[in-house]
DNA sequence: GTCTATAAACAGATAGAC
DNA sequence: GTCTATCTGTTTATAGAC
């Protein structure tokens, strides 16, 4: 088992770092085996911290879990900004005044930095894996993330997509396409299993997600056009 | 907690309905709390037996979820028989061989009948929550479901989208491209309670479908022109 | 084939020494 | 703040009655 002390094994008295050593402890645990199937005992081993200590920082396991969906929901948030941009809670209005080539140039880099990420960053795996979690078994987690992150990067992209093809902003179809675009690329993460299978892959490095990337980014550009194509129709 | 019984209360002797009853149970608690977290206590009395009756019938814990892994695999085999056809394991090379508007006509229809099984069947959901966990802590199961069924099944997609293209059958770009396919339909069965919240639909029904198959055809019939344009350009 | 009773291992929580 | 020791409840597995 991963060990994720990250500290010396000589008696420490650092309350930070134990905190800090459970929760990402917890974090891998909870991910693999599900809250009720992970131990106190097995976490604090992972911590290299006393099974006593859970109780004393967070009150129980209860409140050890509660202090994982706090990280993992900061952590997305973080994500979410360099990914799409610092400002993206407010950025909308700002998205939709876009000359079209250049809200185009912005999706396409956004979608090619949430391939690299969730393909490339170990951390991403955790928070994938927290999500599907939530999703299968639903918390008062998903309703935060949801509504703080997901939610308004999403109108953003919506936005964006709106300023590339002069489709109307809010509509069905662009929400839609906006998901199946968003869609692709966290499948590739999701089924990255069965994807190396299937490709003969070792790992999946620079190499492997360029490729992908190329084809997601060719579905991506065809979709633009097509919508664009759609939208100059329907003006005349 | 759901009643998967299906019989009388009064002391039945079936073994073959004991066996069921519990598997099923199995299924369902396996997929909400993970195999650790579900106790045979709760499966026995969700199936109306006795705990005994587990060990008596499949050996332990440990058998009912080999047994429940079997009886997914079963399932998630004629389903594959049902969308894709009912000879997918040997109809590659008849795939190949097919002219390309029909190839493409075959595509299409086997996308809009798995995003129809996905989103309207509620045996999906099952199948969808089983594989995700197999997925996340991966166990014997996904090597039988993968090499099975799905390797086959990828191998005739990309038959037949080689067929609508002219591109190469097993390169890799065709292979990622099926991905890709795949991807945007499970998707949106994964993330179906994002998706909900973000389209403000009450449920998802014959309406929504027709929503996202526009899209989903729609960007299909969009890589399969590119695909062909660029073969074509590689023969001259 | 189904049931009750029970064994042996394990869980989370906590009191108290240091 | 960290540790050991222990309490209480629950887990799976199994022996034996019917």
């Known amino acids: 088992m991963q060990d994720w002390s990250k500290r010396k094994q000589t008696g420490e008295g650092d309350a930070d770092s134990t905190r800090m050593a459970l929760i990402e402890a917890g974090l891998d645990r909870f991910g693999v085996k599900g809250y009720d199937a992970a131990s106190t005992r097995e976490i604090a081993a992972a911590a290299g911290a006393n099974i006593a200590s859970i109780a004393y920082h967070f009150g129980g396991k209860e409140g050890l879990r509660r202090a994982c969906a706090e990280y993992v929901a900061g952590l997305i948030g973080s994500v979410a900004r360099s990914v799409f941009g610092a400002d993206f809670e407010k950025a909308e209005s700002a998205a939709a005044a876009l000359p079209a080539a250049e809200a185009r140039t912005e999706l396409v880099n956004g979608m090619m930095r949430l391939l690299r990420f969730l393909l490339l960053q170990p951390q991403a795996k955790l928070i994938v894996r927290f999500m599907l979690r939530e999703i299968m078994s639903p918390s008062i987690a998903l309703d935060i993330i949801y509504g703080g992150i997901f939610r308004p ?38 089924a990255q299993e069965v994807v190396q299978r299937r490709m003969d892959w070792r790992e999946v490095g620079e190499a492997e997600v360029e490729s992908i990337s190329r084809i997601l980014i060719a579905n991506l550009n065809d979709s633009l056009d097509r919508d664009a194509r759609a939208a100059g129709g329907e003006r005349k």
Chains 1, 2 share one sequence.
């Open 153 to 190: 990067v999403h109108r953003r992209l919506c936005a964006l997509w709106s300023a590339a093809t002069g489709k109307q902003m809010e509509s069905e179809e662009v929400r839609l396409a906006v998901f199946a675009m968003l869609g692709q690329a966290v499948y590739f993460r999701i």
